[in-house]
């Protein structure tokens, strides 16, 4: 009898600790701090629900089908950074279309801001503005039920398994003291290592 207690203990612990944790899950129910504490202890190795989202030119992008690693592009037009991360970006989309989604979700609702940043952007980019279902606040976007808590640009890569296994926040932009081609030599660079993990 003993035994059997074990082993039905044994089962049970080892169901409980293989459950996966779903990113909105992860997100909301986090304790963390900081955005570093929310990126290493809540968002890692939490895993991608299933969303339906709706595209710029009204189709419907289900997360779900898509059979290949996911870059998920969390944007805003009146960010600077996230206009300097533009020719980077484009770049590792004509290297990796075929290894990697590339998906952009956007801040904003005013659709001609977004079209015309959609004017810089490779096609290849599925790209998604907020709707008017949409929750948009300071610090928090819900865009068709995917959360984003961190700044702009941020960039959330998922790996075939649905998994989220690296995210990276900002991007270098021209200045004063910084010209575009060391701007797109750093953003090219920290995109490379950022997509690593799921070009092996």
Not at 83 to 89: D, S
Not at 124 to 142: F, H, Q, S
Request: proline share 4%; glycine share 4%; hydrophobic share 40%.
């Amino acid at each position: 009898m003993k035994k059997v207690f074990l082993l039905v203990a044994l089962i049970s612990s080892t169901v409980f600790y293989s459950q996966k944790v779903y990113y909105n899950q992860a997100v909301n129910g986090c304790g963390s701090t900081n955005d570093d504490d929310l990126i290493n202890n809540c968002i890692k190795n939490s895993y991608l629900l299933n969303y339906d989202f709706t595209t710029l030119d009204n189709q419907t992008l289900s997360t779900s089908k898509i059979k290949k690693p996911i870059m998920v592009i969390a944007t805003a037009t009146w960010s600077a950074p996230c206009w300097g991360e533009l020719p980077a970006l484009n770049a590792m989309v004509e290297k990796y279309a075929d290894k990697v989604e590339f998906i952009m979700i956007f801040w904003d609702k005013e659709l001609p801001k977004v079209e015309k940043m959609a004017a810089k952007l490779d096609k290849r980019i599925k790209l998604v503005p907020a709707r008017e279902g949409d929750k948009v606040a300071t610090g928090n976007l819900d865009i068709s039920g995917f959360v984003h808590k961190l700044d702009y640009p941020t960039n959330y890569l998922i790996d075939v398994n649905k998994k989220f296994v690296n995210v990276k926040r900002g991007a270098a932009t021209p200045s004063k003291t910084m010209g575009w081609d060391k701007v797109n030599e750093i953003n090219t660079k920290d995109l490379e290592a950022f997509l690593a993990p799921v070009l092996k």
